[in-house]
């Protein structure tokens, strides 16, 4: 067995593999063919099911809902069929309980059903001849001698309530081998009929059908009955005598086409008595279809009445069942908000009448949204007016926008309506429906769409993109300050109104604003600015007035820096002037300490290599002014240097008893300018000697070193202290000696 290759007809249906490559089961309102590779079971030769049923070999067949494997009953020891169903799937449980034990002689009787782990399973009688679909094509000669048993099966069937619903060559068995008596078996979309009650009823699974065999008030209306079952029937004859489905070669639409509007392909071929046997079973209309009596009459050669086909015409207009007044697509597509047009989709009202009367492409399009409408249903319902009539106005509020002019003058002012209209792709359904922007409309559309994308729920923002796509040379408008064309145009406006720009800047650097009009207006010199206002955002979220400032000098990094009540324009100067004084340097402490220094240097780009301050200002351990020494002479590295002084310049400790410990003092002092920092390390760590820490900075540090001597033996021990800072390296010996553990006689506690 293996799986059709036909396209699905149109997304209404999808396919489920039955084994016959041209004739698929269509299961509706999933979003991809049912998988027919995963077996319902791995049944290996001699395993039982439910105890009773020993399976003899390999699967017989694979098909979407089931496996077929030859078994043994192990009471009687008849040979049988077992299918076993996959998971979720099985046949109504008002069909099975009607067939089980029903007895025909042209029908596969259902012997036994249940569950075995957890899936059904049924146990049917074994056809030894196969299938009919095995020795196509067939003759008028031989379809005549199967025809009674066909017939006869369907009779009891719908007798006894129970419609097959998939009629169709790999469905029709042999009982034995010489294929003398034929079987109707599979009933795993069959329904059941309260004949006390109705002859025909409406189904929800009308969409699980092969297409090929499809009745259209199956399709059309969702109306099951036995006729249904009659048409399905002509068709296979056809199949069977031609060997292929009377569709071959046709694409899904046009095979839903033949059936809506009573086009099938009755070959001149045939004969004239099953020209007409074919007719009369395939009628459109179900009262004229031929049936049981009909049939049989003809088999025995009476002249039985065949209507005549339908005419289908269409005159350009129909009115539309709810609203009359719509007797157009174009019409319908403006009155969609007089009636309920979710329900007529979902229901297929919409498709059928598009079918039925105009254009079977534009139904297929609307079948598609029916789809889309079961999870996105305010998209459906936007896209729909475009697919009835794609030169229709796009409808926002009490707006009637019929081109990008009056599109743009509706965004200058957005309200609900026109958020609406985005966020639901109304917007871009009517774009791409009318192509509104000529030539460029699929690369608006594109950028549309990723920007759909990229921004989510932020409506306000694609609201804005969206002006600037429209019109990229719209000028970009800084509050009620002014607008600029270019981002360079940020100095002259700041020279104008100074401080005042900075609130409607960071709005703009904080919303995402400017990022936008920067992506959508200078695209392609715009990635290292995008780069960079990313980053700001980032950085300075709680602080919004210096990422402003940020900004400023990124775009005009020739503004100065403000400090001490001085313009600051190089980076090399204003370093040299913190560090003068101790004053100069604790505002520089501040000014660091509030984001300032960093803004500037950041903006500006003062440091042409700016990796090293980015690992530093990644680094929460630094102290502030440390890393302010550290900014400074990135910014000038001709900096002097701070001077280091460590006292004692040597440490001796002296004689040191047995387990004595002995702490003392080494004070390092910085002076000159600059910060003094670095860090301390012992020649030897295991000679009972220990400092508090190893790292220092500040113009004055107190390191604490201790000796234990309760590990040492008796003699002389020498060490060396290294400081290595900014200011350079510095060394520090020390000694100390042990004394011999003094004895202590046996009387007063000694050994």
């Given at each position: 067995?293996?799986?059709?290759?036909?396209?699905?007809?149109?997304?209404?249906?999808?396919?489920?593999?039955?084994?016959?490559?041209?004739?698929?089961?269509?299961?509706?309102?999933?979003?991809?063919?049912?998988?027919?590779?995963?077996?319902?079971?791995?049944?290996?030769?001699?395993?039982?099911?439910?105890?009773?049923?020993?399976?003899?070999?390999?699967?017989?067949?694979?098909?979407?809902?089931?496996?077929?494997?030859?078994?043994?009953?192990?009471?009687?020891?008849?040979?049988?069929?077992?299918?076993?169903?996959?998971?979720?799937?099985?046949?109504?449980?008002?069909?099975?309980?009607?067939?089980?034990?029903?007895?025909?002689?042209?029908?596969?009787?259902?012997?036994?059903?249940?569950?075995?782990?957890?899936?059904?399973?049924?146990?049917?009688?074994?056809?030894?001849?196969?299938?009919?679909?095995?020795?196509?094509?067939?003759?008028?000669?031989?379809?005549?001698?199967?025809?009674?048993?066909?017939?006869?099966?369907?009779?009891?069937?719908?007798?006894?309530?129970?419609?097959?619903?998939?009629?169709?060559?790999?469905?029709?068995?042999?009982?034995?081998?010489?294929?003398?008596?034929?079987?109707?078996?599979?009933?795993?979309?069959?329904?059941?009929?309260?004949?006390?009650?109705?002859?025909?009823?409406?189904?929800q699974t009308a969409t699980c059908l092969t297409l090929d065999y499809a009745s259209p008030e199956l399709l059309n209306h969702h109306e099951i009955g036995s006729m249904t079952d009659y048409y399905a029937l002509g068709i296979?004859?056809?199949?069977?005598?031609?060997?292929?489905?009377p569709f071959y070669g046709m694409n899904n639409n046009d095979i839903l086409v033949a059936h809506l509007r009573a086009e099938i392909p009755i070959p001149a071929s045939l004969s004239d008595p099953f020209q007409t046997l074919?007719?009369?079973?395939?009628?459109?209309?179900?009262?004229?279809?031929?049936?049981?009596?009909?049939?049989?009459?003809?088999?025995?050669?009476?002249?039985?009445?065949?209507?005549?086909?339908?005419?289908?015409?269409?005159?350009?207009?129909?009115?539309?069942?709810?609203?009359?007044?719509?007797?157009?697509?174009?019409?319908?597509?403006?009155?969609?908000?007089?009636?309920?047009?979710?329900?007529?989709?979902?229901?297929?009202?919409?498709?059928?009448?598009?079918?039925?009367?105009?254009?079977?492409?534009?139904?297929?399009?609307?079948?598609?949204?029916?789809?889309?409408?079961?999870?996105?249903?305010?998209?459906?319902?936007?896209?729909?007016?475009?697919?009835?009539?794609?030169?229709?106005?796009?409808?926002?509020?009490?707006?009637?926008?019929?081109?990008?002019?009056?599109?743009?003058?509706?965004?200058?002012?957005?309200?609900?309506?026109?958020?609406?209209?985005?966020?639901?792709?109304?917007?871009?359904?009517?774009?791409?429906?009318?192509?509104?922007?000529?030539?460029?409309?699929?690369?608006?559309?594109?950028?549309?769409?990723?920007?759909?994308?990229?921004?989510?729920?932020?409506?306000?923002?694609?609201?804005?993109?969206?002006?600037?796509?429209?019109?990229?040379?719209?000028?970009?408008?800084?509050?009620?300050?002014?607008?600029?064309?270019?981002?360079?145009?940020?100095?002259?406006?700041?020279?104008?109104?100074?401080?005042?720009?900075?609130?409607?800047?960071?709005?703009?650097?904080?919303?995402?604003?400017?990022?936008?009009?920067?992506?959508?207006?200078?695209?392609?010199?715009?990635?290292?600015?995008?780069?960079?206002?990313?980053?700001?955002?980032?950085?300075?979220?709680?602080?919004?007035?210096?990422?402003?400032?940020?900004?400023?000098?990124?775009?005009?990094?020739?503004?100065?820096?403000?400090?001490?009540?001085?313009?600051?324009?190089?980076?090399?100067?204003?370093?040299?002037?913190?560090?003068?004084?101790?004053?100069?340097?604790?505002?520089?402490?501040?000014?660091?300490?509030?984001?300032?220094?960093?803004?500037?240097?950041?903006?500006?780009?003062?440091?042409?290599?700016?990796?090293?301050?980015?690992?530093?200002?990644?680094?929460?351990?630094?102290?502030?002014?440390?890393?302010?020494?550290?900014?400074?002479?990135?910014?000038?590295p001709d900096l002097p240097r701070p001077r280091m002084i460590v006292q004692p310049e040597f440490l001796k400790l002296g004689n040191l008893q047995h387990s004595e410990v002995k702490t003392r003092p080494l004070h390092i002092?910085?002076?000159?300018?600059?910060?003094?920092?670095?860090?301390?390390?012992?020649?030897?760590?295991?000679?009972?000697?220990?400092?508090?820490?190893?790292?220092?900075?500040?113009?004055?540090?107190?390191?604490?070193?201790?000796?234990?001597?309760?590990?040492?033996?008796?003699?002389?021990?020498?060490?060396?202290?290294?400081?290595?800072?900014?200011?350079?390296?510095?060394?520090?010996?020390?000694?100390?000696?042990?004394?011999?553990?003094?004895?202590?006689?046996?009387?007063?506690?000694?050994?």
């Amino acid at each position: 067995m293996r799986i059709g290759e036909n396209e699905p007809i149109t997304l209404r249906y999808h396919r489920a593999d039955d084994g016959d490559p041209v004739t698929l089961r269509f299961v509706a309102g999933q979003a991809a063919p049912i998988a027919a590779t995963t077996p319902a079971s791995s049944f290996t030769q001699g395993q039982r099911i439910a105890g009773r049923y020993q399976i003899m070999g390999e699967s017989l067949a694979e098909s979407g809902e089931a496996d077929v494997f030859l078994c043994q009953d192990q009471i009687t020891q008849a040979t049988r069929v077992i299918k076993y169903y996959r998971q979720q799937a099985r046949p109504k449980a008002a069909v099975i309980d009607r067939l089980q034990g029903l007895a025909h002689p042209n029908i596969v009787t259902i012997l036994d059903y249940g569950q075995w782990h957890g899936r059904f399973y049924e146990v049917l009688d074994y056809c030894l001849g196969g299938v009919a679909s095995d020795i196509m094509p067939m003759d008028e000669i031989r379809i005549r001698s199967y025809l009674p048993g066909i017939l006869a099966a369907l009779q009891y069937l719908h007798g006894e309530g129970i419609v097959h619903r998939d009629i169709k060559p790999g469905n029709l068995f042999f009982a034995d081998q010489a294929h003398q008596r034929i079987m109707l078996g599979d009933f795993g979309i069959s329904s059941y009929l309260d004949l006390a009650e109705e002859s025909v009823r409406l189904t929800q699974t009308a969409t699980c059908l092969t297409l090929d065999y499809a009745s259209p008030e199956l399709l059309n209306h969702h109306e099951i009955g036995s006729m249904t079952d009659y048409y399905a029937l002509g068709i296979t004859l056809l199949h069977l005598l031609r060997g292929r489905t009377p569709f071959y070669g046709m694409n899904n639409n046009d095979i839903l086409v033949a059936h809506l509007r009573a086009e099938i392909p009755i070959p001149a071929s045939l004969s004239d008595p099953f020209q007409t046997l074919i007719a009369g079973l395939t009628h459109y209309q179900t009262e004229e279809r031929w049936g049981y009596r009909e049939a049989m009459g003809w088999l025995h050669g009476e002249v039985v009445r065949l209507a005549p086909a339908p005419v289908m015409l269409n005159d350009g207009k129909k009115p539309y069942p709810a609203l009359p007044e719509a007797t157009t697509p174009a019409e319908l597509a403006v009155r969609l908000n007089d009636m309920d047009a979710l329900q007529h989709l979902l229901r297929g009202d919409i498709q059928r009448w598009l079918f039925d009367y105009f254009d079977p492409k534009q139904a297929q399009a609307v079948a598609e949204l029916e789809v889309l409408a079961h999870s996105q249903s305010q998209l459906a319902l936007a896209k729909l007016p475009f697919i009835l009539d794609p030169k229709a106005p796009l409808l926002i509020g009490k707006h009637c926008i019929k081109n990008l002019g009056d599109l743009f003058r509706v965004l200058e002012r957005p309200s609900h309506a026109v958020s609406q209209a985005w966020n639901n792709k109304a917007i871009m359904a009517w774009l791409e429906a009318g192509q509104h922007a000529g030539e460029k409309s699929n690369e608006l559309l594109a950028k549309l769409e990723r920007l759909h994308k990229e921004n989510g729920h932020q409506t306000a923002l694609s609201l804005f993109t969206l002006r600037y796509l429209l019109q990229p040379a719209l000028p970009l408008h800084i509050g009620s300050l002014g607008a600029i064309g270019e981002p360079e145009a940020f100095m002259q406006l700041f020279r104008k109104h100074g401080k005042k720009i900075i609130a409607p800047l960071a709005k703009l650097i904080f919303s995402q604003r400017l990022e936008a009009w920067l992506q959508t207006v200078w695209s392609t010199a715009s990635e290292p600015h995008l780069k960079f206002l990313r980053r700001v955002r980032m950085q300075y979220w709680q602080q919004q007035n210096i990422g402003a400032y940020c900004v400023l000098w990124h775009f005009c990094p020739s503004l100065p820096f403000p400090f001490d009540g001085q313009n600051f324009f190089q980076s090399d100067t204003l370093a040299r002037y913190i560090i003068q004084d101790e004053a100069c340097w604790q505002k520089g402490i501040a000014y660091l300490e509030a984001g300032w220094i960093t803004a500037w240097l950041q903006g500006s780009a003062k440091i042409q290599d700016s990796g090293e301050m980015d690992q530093l200002l990644l680094d929460s351990t630094i102290s502030s002014p440390l890393l302010l020494d550290t900014f400074l002479r990135l910014m000038n590295p001709d900096l002097p240097r701070p001077r280091m002084i460590v006292q004692p310049e040597f440490l001796k400790l002296g004689n040191l008893q047995h387990s004595e410990v002995k702490t003392r003092p080494l004070h390092i002092f910085g002076t000159g300018q600059g910060y003094l920092y670095g860090s301390i390390d012992l020649q030897s760590f295991s000679e009972g000697v220990m400092i508090d820490t190893f790292d220092f900075e500040g113009k004055s540090t107190i390191i604490q070193l201790t000796v234990d001597t309760v590990n040492l033996a008796p003699g002389r021990y020498e060490n060396r202290i290294t400081i290595n800072s900014n200011a350079g390296t510095h060394t520090v010996d020390m000694s100390f000696t042990v004394l011999e553990k003094p004895t202590i006689p046996w009387w007063k506690g000694g050994f």
